[in-house]
């Protein structure tokens, strides 16, 4: 082959990978705005520009090798093309599987199942195999085998030893969640009866439990027992887990099943902010309940009775118009207080909202009644869903659920029966 031959299928090729990870990077930013409108949440943020390093490294390197050495290519180059399409295949099949869940970033979206078909139902990280394929085939078409080897290395290094178990981690640690039903009311529907006074509940090391291989229901019940988010879990010293296992989390209510008072309402929604949970009735039946976070010290959030008045998919803080408010439901108007979902660091730290893990917020969204005006939207014709809002936290103390002596306790039944 000719050296001028060779130096038009060099710059051919660098033209094409270059012009490759150009539109990647379009379509991964397209994708990361997609992404963080529906709630997701990134991770490995620190090391995300050790791989911009390798492969401008890898790039620089191939190429200038490859032109000192020729350019040429090498005589095994149909072994190393063969496998440079095998790579675009398996990498562009998992980018069509994903959609718009692809980026370059690791962005978890809560509430949504990892993607199990496409490749991935044969390889785990489909997309990882087609750049370590890549970034070895590419040089080695012009023999620059150097930059093949250190570039292979490093990039598995990276991969091996930072990039994957920083995914392993994210979905361990629960924010990849699978939401409990798709339709209906609550958790109760289709599960077995709930039997939750054979349940037991301990503090262990947080490191130990998390050594488990822990399913995404059972890191959702951690997430509830120890009221914070996924990304929270893994900072605590200490978690409240149950014995044994229950699944369902029905079983781990702090409220009880029944409404204990005569007034079964249609549906009612509960905030006990000693314990930092709410729980939805329904005719007297508990339906669903969950963790919380209520205003801190200086933004408590009031005490008594009101009704969710209106929704919004999403608006900003008036406190801070850069705090983003996603599935808000308004239940004092006059102060803006609402439902929202939130960060939920194990406390009582909004401005008088009460914050919610974005499956619960989303549900309340949907399943709670906002109220009626009339047609010039002066007047109100009829509640929405009525709410109560029980109790103080006592700040001075620890947190009532991570007692050593007694965690997770339930709401005491007097102060449901008291009402607000």
């Not at 007297?284 to 010290?297: A, F, I, K, N």
């Not at 809002?389 to 002596?405: K, V």
């Amino acid at each position: 082959m000719s050296e001028a031959l060779g130096g038009w299928i060099w710059l051919g090729i660098l033209s094409l990978v270059v012009a490759q990870r150009l539109t990647e990077l379009r379509r991964s930013r397209r994708n990361e705005e997609w992404a963080r409108a529906q709630g997701a949440v990134e991770h490995g943020k620190a090391h995300y520009p050790l791989f911009f390093l390798l492969h401008g490294g890898w790039l620089l390197g191939w190429s200038l090798e490859a032109w000192l050495r020729g350019p040429e290519l090498a005589p095994t180059w149909p072994i190393w093309t063969g496998l440079f399409i095998l790579a675009q295949g398996l990498r562009y099949w998992a980018i069509l599987i994903l959609g718009p869940r692809w980026t370059t970033r690791i962005l978890v979206l809560p509430g949504r199942p990892p993607v199990r078909h496409g490749p991935y139902r044969f390889i785990r990280h489909p997309n990882y195999v087609a750049v370590a394929i890549e970034l070895f085939a590419v040089p080695m078409l012009f023999g620059a085998w150097v930059t093949a080897v250190v570039a292979g290395v490093l990039n598995a290094l990276l991969l091996l030893r930072v990039r994957i178990p920083e995914e392993e981690r994210a979905l361990k640690l629960g924010l990849i969640l699978l939401l409990p039903v798709a339709l209906g009311s609550g958790w109760a529907e289709d599960r077995a009866p709930v039997q939750p006074a054979s349940i037991t509940y301990q503090l262990r090391p947080s490191a130990e439990v998390l050594e488990d291989d822990l399913s995404a229901e059972e890191l959702r019940v951690l997430q509830m027992l120890n009221r914070v988010d996924g990304e929270r879990i893994g900072r605590m010293d200490q978690v409240v887990v149950p014995e044994p296992w229950e699944l369902n989390p029905m079983a781990h209510s702090p409220f009880p099943q029944e409404f204990p008072s005569e007034e079964a309402m249609e549906k009612l929604l509960v905030v006990h902010q000693p314990l930092q949970v709410f729980g939805a009735f329904e005719n007297g039946r508990l339906v669903r309940w969950g963790p919380v976070s209520t205003g801190r010290r200086d933004h408590p959030t009031p005490t008594g009775r009101f009704f969710l008045t209106w929704r919004s998919r999403g608006r900003h803080s008036t406190v801070n118009p850069e705090w983003y408010l996603e599935w808000y439901f308004n239940f004092h108007n006059e102060r803006g207080i609402s439902f929202h979902q939130y960060e939920l660091p194990g406390e009582p730290a909004s401005h008088a909202c009460v914050r919610l893990l974005e499956e619960d917020a989303r549900w309340i969204y949907e399943w709670g009644d906002g109220w009626t005006l009339d047609e010039r939207g002066w007047e109100v014709l009829e509640e929405g869903t009525p709410v109560w809002i029980l109790g103080e936290y006592d700040f001075d103390a620890s947190p009532p659920w991570l007692s050593s002596q007694r965690p997770h306790p339930p709401v005491p039944r007097e102060q449901l029966e008291a009402g607000p």
